[in-house]
């Protein structure tokens, strides 16, 4: 009888334990989950600087002259085109380049959108519009949210000499390993 007491007693030790290590391995599970959550919003946050500057030495690089120009002319007669568009993305690496007029219609192009909407710049948050208004960048939703085919649109203001808002250039910044954790966090 006192063999039997001691399995019960250590049948009671092993649930025990058994249970206190499913609870550890759910609070590491939740931390996993927190810590990813954490390195997403990071990664995120960083990619949207780094986008952002990069477009700002795209417009640097175009001239802020040209792009009044190309919006003064309708795209036509400027001295910006889309093959001269479409070689800047290719060299920097983008997928695509824009320029909008202020209702955010295009004005001139790189090419396809890479499967992103004509109807992107209105996905802009109303801050993102207040943003370009006031001569900020903005930057736009990342579309798809995951997987490698995620973008990052980046607008930059596109100013004439009085400081008033004519335009934006739209710039499709591919962001594969931000939609790679995106997939990852959702899994």
Not at 5 to 16: A, I
Not at 25 to 50: C, F, H, M, P, W
Not at 66 to 75: E, Y
Not at 147 to 171: F, K, N
Request: hydrophobic share 45%; glycine share 12%.
């Amino acid at each position: 009888m006192a063999t039997r007491w001691r399995f019960g007693r250590f049948d009671l030790q092993v649930r025990v334990f058994l249970l206190l290590l499913l609870l550890f391995l759910a609070v590491l599970d939740l931390l996993n989950i927190y810590l990813l959550g954490q390195a997403k919003t990071a990664l995120e946050r960083s990619e949207r600087d780094r986008a952002t500057v990069r477009v700002r030495e795209l417009v640097g690089e175009i001239g802020p002259e040209s792009l009044v120009g190309a919006l003064d002319s309708g795209g036509v007669q400027s001295l910006l085109t889309p093959t001269a568009l479409r070689r800047t993305a290719l060299r920097l690496g983008y997928d695509r380049i824009a320029v909008l007029d202020r209702g955010g219609r295009e004005v001139l192009s790189s090419g396809p959108g890479g499967g992103l909407t004509p109807e992107a710049f209105h996905l802009l948050s109303e801050d993102g519009h207040s943003a370009l208004a006031s001569g900020r960048p903005a930057t736009g939703p990342i579309l798809p949210e995951r997987g490698e085919d995620a973008r990052l649109t980046v607008y930059m203001p596109i100013l004439d000499g009085a400081g008033s808002l004519t335009g934006a250039i739209e710039a499709v910044h591919p962001v594969p390993e931000l939609g790679r954790l995106a997939a990852t966090y959702r899994l």
